[in-house]
Every structure is written in structure tokens, then in C-alpha cells.
């Protein structure tokens, strides 16, 4: 995909729903009990896998333009599916899904394409086993064969990387142990309670799961009984970032982004760019599936504040897969850096060496770290850049090619689709060039 310099954005981005809470939704409305409807389901490849899986599993769901109608089989009737259960590009499909295998009374193998068989499977493989599965795998990764077993054992389980995938699968699991299963967030090195996205833990108290919330960690109980709903999903404040991003540094934009979720474990991306002089209304504060969401309405002008901004520790969690959006930001402000951050390495691609590789493809002075990188403010120049076959690195080489003088040329840009299929399209209707 070739992109040239834009002047500024200008008018309505037309974002897509959220894929974290697309998956979520789509998982407990499968195994509630009744006919959930849910309007506004993401399109993207990843909550396509998740659908597939489901439906492999003996759930009847019906796609209806931008809704499915979910027939829930309740808690008790999944069936093995025959074959393997392809999770595509999608660790959240892997992960969460693995949570509810784990206690049915089959067997299942779930695979993943290239990127998704390397990542890693032991974070989850370890709680699920002491919960009572069984579990096989090309050591630590994809494919996966697990052994369910009913009922699992409840835990009591501290978290020790930061992830709301692992949190989400062992409450999934939860759900099918004797008792309560409790997730403890992990904490930085100096004690700091890391909240990872509760988009898990909202949707099962929304669908009338027995769940308590703690400052630092969840409980559900094993005998809760889901019930199905109909919602809206919420935009996707993700997708939103590469919008916020390019319109806050191209002078003389003017977006709004309609429905967008909120959640406080989601929007830091908001704050780095508010913390940069944005000016961002958040208008029309509601509620949707029990998730904060809003208008975001952005003007940017020249008044920006520079100063060097430092993103490391707790705050990491809450944008980790805005990071590749942040780091293209860096280069129109003083000086950024992100530390803390080693999980990028396992993301889709390996994010931090492939955004040091392109931000220096396009003449940008950064320095890389094992955990992290820095870079300065620099002038960026059109280039080939690569996305690693990874949706949020083709993003956002995409809004660096907006910045950057002549034309920029993204490899394998069709990876947008993981997350956001109508990308370009969308960036095209409000670019002004
Ligand atoms: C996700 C959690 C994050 C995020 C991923 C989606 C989720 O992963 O990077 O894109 O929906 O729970 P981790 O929780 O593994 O960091």
C-alpha cells in the first residue's frame, strides 16, 4: 500500500467495533443460556476465528450485516468439534477459548497460522493445569491438545506477567470449577498493582455471572448461571489511536469518532496525547454492555506542549497495543520513551524491533532496548517500510507515511484486516492531501 503526505484530517471516522469485547461477547453469549443479539460485532479476521471456533463447538450463531444472533447452549452442552479449531492470527481467540475447553469433558486441538504458533502458550497452560486439564503442546506453543475436565478445580492465582488474556482465560475456566477461581493482577518490581483491560470481568457481571472485584484482583464463581443479553459493542478505541494520533499531529485536522469505548483500562492513549496539549471533548458519556463510551472529538492546532514523555511500569497494560501508534508519535515531539514493555516482543510480530527497523527506514533517530526504545524528534522521509504481516505495525507505518515527505510504501499491508478491514479506505475518506 502506498501512502503520500496528507495536510490534515477532516471530518466523521468511521471506526470499527472493539475486538477485545467482540470476542468476549461472543464467548459468553455462546455458552449463556438463551438468544443473545449483538449489534455492531466486529468484521476483523480475529473475531471471524473466534466465530468459527464457536460454531465448531455446536453453537448456532447467525450473521446478520453488522449483528449475529448468538443461540447460547448454556454452560453444559459445548460438543467437541471434529478437526482442529483454527485460531488464524488471533492469541485472544488461543487464549480465552482455551479457558473454557479446559472444562468440558473433550478433548480439542486448537492451531494458529505462522505468527500466532510462535507465541507463547505457558502462561495459560500453567493455571489451566492446576485447575485440573490437561494439556499437550508444541513446547509452550501452538498446536495445543487439551484434555478438559469437569468440573475443574478452583485457584487462587497471581498473575506473573501482565496480561488480561491469561486473566480472562483462568476466570473463562472459572466458570466450570467447584468454588471460587480468583485472579490476582501482577505487580510491578516495586509493588505497583498492574490493572490489565476488565472487559472480561464486566461482560460476565453484564451477562449475570457471581463475580466480586477487588483493587488488585477477581473472583467468579463456578455455579454461575450466564443468562443471554442484546447489546451494541462499542468502537474501538484501539482504532482510534491511529486517527488521534495522525489528526493531533497533522495542523488543521478536525475528526470526531462516534461510540468509542472508553473503559479506564483502555484509554491511556487519551491521556499521552491530552498530556501533549490535545485538546480532546469527550462528549455524550455513557454506557454500553457495562462499558464506559463516548464521542472523542479532536481539533488540533499548534499549540502542543513539548516535553519528553516517559511511558514504563503500570501504565504500559493500559496502551500496550497502542505502542506502535506512540512510538510514530515520538518522532513529532521532544523525545519518547517506552520501557517495560519486553511483551511487545511476543506480540503479532516482534513489535519493538520492527518499529525500530521502520522508524529508521524513514530516518528517525531511536534507540532500541530489550524492553522498550526512544526515539527523538526527527523529520520522516517516505520509505519501504515492513509490516511484519502484523495489523497494528501496517497501521501505523500508515499514519507515519501522512507525516512524512514523498511516499511511504507498506509491505504486506493486507494484515490490516486482523483488526480493522476497512483501514485505508476509512483513513482515505478523511484525508485531506
Ligand atoms: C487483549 C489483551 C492484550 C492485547 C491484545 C488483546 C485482550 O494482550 O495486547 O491485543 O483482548 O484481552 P495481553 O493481555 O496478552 O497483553
Known sequence: MKVKRA???????????????????????????????????????????????????????????????????????????????????????????????AGQNF????????????RPMRRIIEPLEKMGARIESNEGCLPMKIYGRKPL??????????????????????????????????????????RTRDHTERMLDFFGAKIEKKQDSVSVSGDSILKARDFTVPRDVSAAAFFLVAAFCLDGSDIILRDVGINPTRRAIIDVLQLLGAKIQIEREREECNEPVADLHLVSDSERIDRPIVLKGEVIANLIDEIPIIAVLGTQTESLEVRDASELRVKESDRIALIV???????????????????????????????????????AFAIAGLMAEGETIIEDADCVAVSFPRFFETLEQVTVK
Open 7 to 101: 495536510k490534515f484530517l477532516h471530518g466523521e471516522v468511521h471506526l470499527p467495533p472493539d475486538k477485545s469485547i467482540s470476542h468476549r461477547a461472543a464467548m459468553l453469549a455462546s455458552i449463556s443460556e438463551g438468544v443473545s443479539k449483538i449489534e455492531n460485532f466486529s468484521q476483523s479476521a480475529d473475531c471471524v476465528s473466534t466465530l468459527n471456533c464457536l460454531k465448531q463447538l455446536g453453537v448456532d450463531i447467525e450473521i446478520e450485516g453488522s449483528s449475529i444472533i448468538v443461540r447460547g447452549v448454556g454452560k453444559q452442552s459445548l460438543r467437541a468439534g471434529n478437526g482442529f479449531l483454527d485460531c488464524g492470527n488471533s492469541g485472544t481467540t488461543a487464549r480465552l477459548l482455551s479457558g473454557i475447553l
Open 107 to 118: 478433548e480439542s486441538v486448537l492451531v494458529g497460522d505462522e505468527s500466532l504458533s510462535k
Open 153 to 194: 478445580d478452583s485457584i487462587s492465582y497471581k498473575m506473573k506477567i501482565a496480561s488480561a488474556q491469561v486473566k480472562s482465560c483462568v476466570l473463562l475456566a472459572g466458570l466450570f470449577a467447584e468454588g471460587m477461581t480468583k485472579v490476582f493482577e501482577a505487580t510491578t518490581e516495586d509493588g505497583k498493582v498492574i
Open 357 to 395: 527497523e521502520n522508524l529508521r527506514r524513514m530516518g528517525a533517530e531511536v534507540e532500541e532496548f530489550e524492553d522498550g526504545f526512544r526515539v527523538a524528534r526527527s523529520r520522516l522521509k517516505g520509505s519501504r517500510v515492513r509490516s511484519g504481516a502484523d495489523h497494528r505495525i501496517a497501521m
